[in-house]
């Protein structure tokens, strides 16, 4: 079976019904039941392009059909996150709950038509490092990198990049400071 120009087996199609039919709906990985974490790892095993160790995919998450999904070690997509297929999660991530990463944007750029008819931009791909955290409610823009060793804060509005060590926050998405300096209140 062939979906938007990707072969994908008999193997994976089962998984991924499995996924969304069964597994995404098991309680959350840190509840008395870890079982539905274990039971969401294994099948994403069989469904993600790269899939590290120790990786966590909590309740609700939703990425499409992933199979161009990469996630590294100790690293972990939050529960009702939304995540498009061909997002790259390096190692040592935290994600936390409602995250919503875009991959496509609506063209605008032609005023004599109205937006609805304009299409789609092209697909971009959102790049995430190692030892990020990613707070509560973010939104990512199409196409971010985020650096490796960063915190973005609970409710931003990713629409750029950043340098590593970076803490981001606001709406829109602004440097708050540098992880590496001492900070005191």
């Known amino acids: 079976m062939v979906i938007k120009g990707k072969d994908i087996s008999i193997v994976k199609i089962f998984f991924l019904i499995l996924y969304y039919g069964f597994a995404r709906h098991l309680p959350n990985s840190n509840s008395c039941w870890k079982i539905g974490g274990i039971i969401r790892r294994f099948v994403c095993r069989h469904i993600f392009k790269k899939c590290g160790k120790n990786i966590n995919i909590e309740r609700k998450a939703w990425f499409a059909?992933?199979?161009?999904?990469?996630?590294?070690?100790?690293?972990?997509i939050g529960i009702n996150a939304h995540i498009p297929n061909g997002?790259?999660?390096?190692?040592?991530?935290?994600?936390?709950?409602?995250?919503?990463?875009?991959?496509?944007?609506?063209?605008?750029?032609?005023?004599?038509?109205?937006?609805?008819?304009?299409?789609?931009?092209?697909?971009?791909?959102?790049?995430?490092?190692?030892d990020v955290w990613i707070g509560r409610d973010v939104f990512i823009t199409p196409g971010r990198i985020i650096s490796d060793h960063s915190i973005i804060a609970a409710r931003c509005v990713l629409c750029k990049d950043f340098p590593e060590y970076s803490i981001i926050g606001g709406n829109p998405s602004k440097v708050i400071r540098d992880r590496r300096t001492t900070f005191r209140y």
């Open 87 to 130: 997002t790259i999660i390096g190692d040592n991530v935290m994600m936390g709950p409602n995250c919503f990463i875009l991959d496509v944007n609506h063209n605008y750029s032609n005023t004599n038509i109205p937006m609805s008819f304009q299409g789609f931009q092209k697909k971009k791909i959102t790049k995430i490092g190692n």
């Open 65 to 76: 059909s992933g199979i161009e999904i990469e996630i590294g070690d100790n690293s972990g």
